[in-house]
């Protein structure tokens, strides 16, 4: 497909030869025109001198023949011959001058006859002259009528001639209407010649300006290409299928560790580099390319000069062009870090599966053989405080009691610990789940510790959310247990449970969440409550803030608490104040 | 065989819970016969003997060496001869997992092991005294684990 500045330029330069042809052409005939109309002005200028010459001849003649009359001197007759011969002469002439006129051929012939006629008139006279010496009658006749001849030759003549005027008038009308307009045609054709000129100029030159702009363009973008294949450690490569050639990009070269266009850019020449495990592979993927056009994600090792290996991947598509040529374009990638990465991350995987085994082979020892010996020291207590009760003194028996709450201290850090290892668990199942429902289980879980403190739960409704249910009554249990624990002495625990969907960017601790909202509960009691600065400390690990003596407890509640809220990609936030409670937000995220 | 006494057996390789168990029965006035085994292969040698009675009920520990609570009572329950034979899982562990998997291959309750001797009387002598015949066709997972 030509290009419309193209398309363009042929449109001129076709239209401009056009009007230079028609401008040639039309001058050609115009000279024509100009150089028929001087010779009929020369012809008419001949015909002119030519009358005026038999005019002349036949007065010489007259002369000769007077002079002869008078003197009868032969010496009289040269001129006259003389002057006749040049007469026939004249008039053969003028027959030729007025070829192509009819009217002028008529008239010619009356005066080649008056002329005959007058020759004649001539003639007799000398007849006269030669019988008598003196004028007779018949030579004063004549005489007279020659002078009469003579007039009607003259008349003959200026009648040609006034034709010969007219003609000439007429001819020149006739040319110069014809070449009146020539000029101003000519100077009109010529600036629309001009013009187109100038507009073919005004054209090359844009397109000239456009051309310059595109090339320093595609000279830019070539040089950010190859910058850029550096940076990404990328290169290209182009494979001309008919001619069967390669053009490598620079990068390319580099990328099997050498200098751009070190080498001749053959596959032969490539094969080298590929390490000798891939090279049966690739090769036969190639093959696969040249019947298909394209190359699939293909993945293979270099091996530079120097031993180094490296990791490539290339992929091409055939690109058929408009010229017809077929070509395949096609990318090769360093994917040495992208595989070393997979690597380390696999390698990291394979460790975590060992640490988690490591851990879940903990959680056995924990819970089976751990509590096994507890259970049976625990028992034994028993029966000795049963059995041997009476044989015990009773400082013995207050340490069987200090040695029963130690032990069952020792059960409680062993169940707690194992609760919150097991909220790592992998199995992480997120279920549409009433949170009304939990947050009852939770509460039929607590009924001893509630009656007994004679607490009061007051909730809201809850809403149903996406949850590890067991793990969310484990986080219920835990605060509210907590709550309990947590009250004062004389006052009746109270805990409200409120609910609310809250804009994440409205509140501090979620304010980056990815979540736009999130729901909000929120368990408020009206315990001891604690010093605000211990509002986070509270949440780590084997953190207490009171002695065992004055609350029971193992520091690992409210950790797994924030585990269990972390699983869920929530936050946890305390909030207190000694002797008027604490106040427990729970932010879970969750999608609209 | 007098009728009223009840044929109890008791498979755990752990010398105190037996002990525990033997001493729980005597304090319990249950007229009982109690068998016991040390661990997975001398209770199913005794039980596929034919000339041995039937225990009424069997107390089984998962955690036993050379055969486990758990293959013991998969190839109880694929003979018929045991099928009136109830059997207590008795563990020390309560993991979802050992509960799961007992429940489904057909044991009647799970006994956590208690850590209080009374405790231990009162689960025993509930297990004993509940009719298993008859509580089978309202067994579900949630009383599977029995509590108390």
Redesign the interface.
């Known amino acids: 497909m030509p290009t419309p500045s193209s398309r363009y330029l042929r449109t001129a330069f076709v239209a401009g030869l056009f009007v230079i042809l028609c401008i040639g052409g039309y001058t050609y005939q115009h000279i024509n025109e100009l150089s028929k109309a001087s010779k009929v002005v020369k012809d008419n200028y001949s015909l002119r001198s030519e009358l005026e010459l038999v005019i002349s001849n036949l007065k010489d003649a007259e002369i000769g023949h007077r002079g002869y009359l008078l003197t009868h001197d032969s010496l009289f007759l040269a001129p006259y011959e003389e002057s006749l011969q040049k007469i026939s002469n004249n008039l053969v002439n003028l027959d030729t001058l007025i070829v192509p006129n009819s009217e002028q051929v008529d008239k010619l012939k009356d005066l080649n006859n008056d002329i005959q006629k007058r020759f004649k008139n001539f003639s007799n006279s000398f007849a006269r002259v030669k019988d008598s010496e003196v004028l007779t009658k018949d030579l004063l006749y004549l005489l007279h009528e020659g002078e009469i001849q003579m007039d009607t030759i003259r008349s003959d003549i200026s009648e040609m001639l006034d034709l010969e005027q007219r003609l000439l008038v007429q001819n020149q009308e006739i040319s110069q209407g014809k070449i009146g307009l020539t000029p101003l045609l000519f100077y009109g054709l010529l600036i629309l010649t001009l013009v187109i000129l100038l507009l073919a100029y005004i054209k090359m030159t844009t397109d000239l300006k456009a051309l310059k702009e595109s090339n320093t363009e595609l000279e830019i973008s070539e040089k950010l290409t190859k910058q850029s294949e550096i940076v990404s450690n990328t290169s290209t490569w182009v494979w001309y299928m008919e001619e069967n050639e390669f053009e490598f990009s620079d990068n390319l070269y580099r990328l099997l560790g050498e200098e751009p266009h070190s080498f001749e850019p053959t596959l032969i020449n490539f094969y080298k580099f590929v390490h000798e495990e891939d090279l049966t592979n690739l090769g036969h993927r190639v093959n696969l390319m040249m019947k298909e056009g394209e190359l699939p994600f293909t993945s293979f090792r270099v091996v530079h000069k120097d031993g180094t290996i490296k990791h490539l991947k290339a992929y091409s598509k055939l690109m058929d062009e408009t010229d017809g040529e077929k070509k395949i374009f096609g990318v090769t990638v360093d994917a040495t870090n992208e595989v070393e990465n997979y690597r380390i991350i696999e390698q990291r995987n394979q460790e975590l599966e060992r640490t988690n085994k490591e851990l879940s082979a903990f959680n056995?020892v924990a819970?089976?053989d751990l509590?096994?010996p507890?259970?049976?020291i625990?028992?034994?207590m028993?029966?000795l405080e049963?059995k041997e009760k009476d044989h015990i003194s009773e400082s013995g028996q207050i340490y069987i009691q200090r040695m029963k709450s130690a032990s069952a201290r020792m059960?409680m850090l062993i169940e707690d610990l194992l609760q919150y290892s097991r909220t790592n668990t992998s199995e992480k199942e997120y279920l549409k789940t009433n949170m009304n429902l939990l947050l009852e289980h939770a509460k039929t879980e607590l009924i001893d510790s509630i009656e007994e403190k004679r607490a009061k739960i007051i909730c809201d409704d809850l809403p149903t959310m996406e949850v590890i249910s067991f793990q969310i009554q484990q986080l219920f249990i835990n605060i509210i247990s907590n709550s309990l624990k947590y009250s004062k002495e004389d006052v009746p625990p109270v805990i409200e449970i409120t609910h609310e969907e809250v804009l994440s960017r409205d509140v501090k601790q979620i304010k980056n969440s990815l979540y736009k909202y999130h729901h909000k509960i929120t368990f408020k009691d009206n315990g001891i409550g604690f010093e605000q600065p211990y509002a986070e400390k509270i949440f780590l690990l084997f953190n207490r803030l009171h002695g065992k003596s004055e609350y029971s407890g193992t520091g690992i509640g409210l950790a797994i608490c924030k585990k269990i809220v972390e699983n869920h990609k929530g936050v946890i936030v305390a909030e207190g104040e000694p002797n008027k409670g604490a106040t427990f937000n729970i932010y879970l995220p969750f999608l609209k | 065989m007098n009728s009223d006494y009840i044929n109890l057996a008791l498979a755990d390789d752990?010398e105190?819970?037996r002990l525990?168990f033997t001493?729980a029965f005597e304090e319990l006035k249950v007229r009982s016969n109690v068998s016991l085994f040390k661990d997975g292969i001398e209770l199913m040698n005794y039980l596929d003997d034919s000339n041995n009675a039937i225990p009424n009920l069997l107390f089984l520990d998962l955690?036993m060496p050379k055969k486990s609570g758990l293959e013991c009572l998969k190839e109880i329950k694929a003979s018929q001869r045991f099928k009136d034979m109830a059997i207590a899982i008795y563990s020390?562990?309560a993991?979802e997992e050992d509960i799961e998997n007992t429940f489904v291959i057909g044991a009647n309750v799970y006994i956590k092991?208690?850590?209080?001797?009374?405790k231990?009387k009162k689960v025993l002598s509930e297990v004993v005294t509940t009719n298993w015949q008859y509580h089978t066709s309202g067994l579900n997972k949630e009383n599977f684990l029995l509590r108390l």
């Open positions: 056995y819970s089976h509590q096994e507890l259970r049976k625990q028992t034994f028993s029966r049963a059960r | 752990d105190d819970d525990f001493e955690n020390t562990s993991s092991k208690p850590n209080d001797f009374e231990l």
